[in-house]
């Protein structure tokens, strides 16, 4: 059958992600980008696959569920994982960028690969014909929107991204604060190098910069933020929280000390100055090789810029900071995919339309990569062949992930993080009475194991 071009809408990581699958199958591409011609209110550059939010790209540790992806996604030849593991930057047992760099080089990458054509304009309406992949991400066009819910039916949903705010790193305190990683869990030199030295202050130490408090001070900063004045949302938006990235504020209001169990817990951390664990604790994580920069860990927030600023200063070793941004929020638009989407994440009622990235409903830089990932593979297979798509096996991480997107209720449809809860019990795939003696880690270390087992059988199928 000829080759036919797909059309990819979205130039961010789920969109380049696909476009770069069909490529290496010898199937071009239109990938359209309405950047910079049509900006957004959360994007700061013209370039693809900017991180808008944290620059982590979670837990590497191994057997761990994030690391379960990304080793598939790995295997499966991922070109944006290799691209973040040649600029990451110390963050513990995480994979954290440089985004600056890792946008650039992504942009870099896609638009110098022949069978990807890349267009800046806008799409205002779903083409009627050929293979269209849609990856347009949180802050979907209204116009394209429109024409999203009047080819599905079923109107938008919204929830808020939380956007952490970060530290010009010149301007912290550094005799009231601390370099460690919770449990001491550092960063393996191979990883955090890339070439570069480690910055001062992180190798040996601790990947990240610790604020202390002690009871009274999380007391002070605790009664402040729950007086602080937040920005109004507008009259046409439902508050409807994403519960995995809620605003320090929203998690304040469930209980005093709801922020010394969630991004202020102090576990795993040994305060040297007296050698017991802080109260409660602020990270601070390194957003550049530079080191000239961090991010607040888990402070997204919705408060006037003047509150914030009045406010993280409370924080020890912040009194006199200066912040490079502030923490935001913004609507996130996503379809209810359990209703609409195929496991191959085909639209049931047009299977030349597929959907891959946040837009269908995952959560998280790494899992909007692996939708984009597996979407870019079908939609080549249909161009190739005009045969259909073969899901990955359940009992993969991507199986998994693309199988909660659409199997889950629609009715009460959340968008998802990976985690162990998506994949197959392991009951179903060992006898109950083995699967039941295991801790957890050895059943987490089994489930990776046959993960991994199933992910080379498929992509030695030849069904992708």
């Keep these: 059958m000829a080759d036919r071009k797909i059309i990819i809408i979205g130039g961010g990581l789920a969109g380049t992600e696909a476009a770069w699958q069909a490529a290496r199958r010898g199937v071009s591409s239109v990938l359209y980008e309405m950047r910079p011609r049509l900006p957004t209110p959360a994007h700061q550059t013209d370039r693809m696959a900017e991180l808008v939010c944290s620059n982590s790209l979670k837990s590497d540790r191994e057997n761990s569920a994030p690391w379960l ?63 269209v992949l849609i990856a347009t991400g949180p802050l979907t066009s209204d116009a394209l929107a429109a024409s999203i819910q009047h080819v599905t ?142 991010n607040l860990v888990g402070f997204q927030n919705h408060l006037k810029f003047g509150e914030q600023k009045r406010i993280l200063r409370m924080i020890p070793g912040l009194e006199q900071a200066e912040f490079l941004r502030y923490g935001q929020i913004h609507r996130n638009t996503y379809i209810n995919a359990p209703s609409l989407l195929t496991p191959t994440l085909q639209l049931r009622s047009d299977s030349r339309i597929l959907f891959a990235g946040q837009i269908c409903g995952v959560e998280g830089y790494v899992e909007s990569i692996a939708t984009g990932m597996m979407a870019g593979m ?49 009951c179903a795939t060992m006898s109950t009475t083995g699967a039941t003696k295991l801790g957890r880690p050895e059943r987490h270390a089994r489930q990776c194991s046959i993960a991994l087992a199933k992910l080379n059988q498929w992509l030695g199928s030849g069904s992708v």
């Design 69 to 131: 992806l990304k080793e598939e996604m790995r295997r499966a030849g991922s070109l944006l994982l290799r691209i973040a593991r040649e600029c990451a930057v110390p963050a513990g047992q995480a994979l954290a960028v440089d985004r600056e760099r890792f946008a650039e080089k992504v942009t870099v990458a896609i638009e110098a690969e022949s069978r990807i054509e890349v267009r800046r304009e806008e799409v205002r309406e779903i083409p009627d014909g050929g293979i």
């Design 153 to 294: 039916g079923i109107g938008r949903l919204f929830f808020y991204d939380a956007i952490s705010p970060i530290v010009d790193a010149s301007t912290v305190d550094r005799s009231k604060v601390f370099a460690a990683s919770r449990y001491g869990r550092n960063s393996p030199k191979a990883e955090s190098e890339n070439g570069n030295s480690i910055p001062p202050g992180c190798e040996g130490e601790g990947d990240y910069l610790n604020c202390s408090l002690d009871e009274e001070e999380y007391q002070r900063f605790y009664d402040a933020l729950l007086r602080a004045e937040s920005v109004a949302l507008h009259d046409f938006e439902d508050r409807n929280f994403f519960e995995a990235c809620l605003p320090l504020e929203e998690l304040a209001r469930r209980g005093r000390d709801t922020l010394r169990f969630g991004p202020m817990k102090p576990v795993g951390l040994r305060d040297p100055r007296t050698g017991r664990m802080p109260y409660a604790a602020v990270q601070l994580r390194q957003e550049n090789l530079r080191a000239d920069s961090f």
């Design 378 to 426: 079908h939609a080549a297979r249909l161009a190739l062949t005009g045969g259909e798509p073969v899901a990955p096996p359940r009992a993969t991480g991507l199986g998994s992930l693309c199988h909660y997107i659409t199997h889950a209720d629609p009715k009460n449809y959340q968008p998802a993080n990976m985690s162990f809860d998506l994949l197959p019990p392991l």
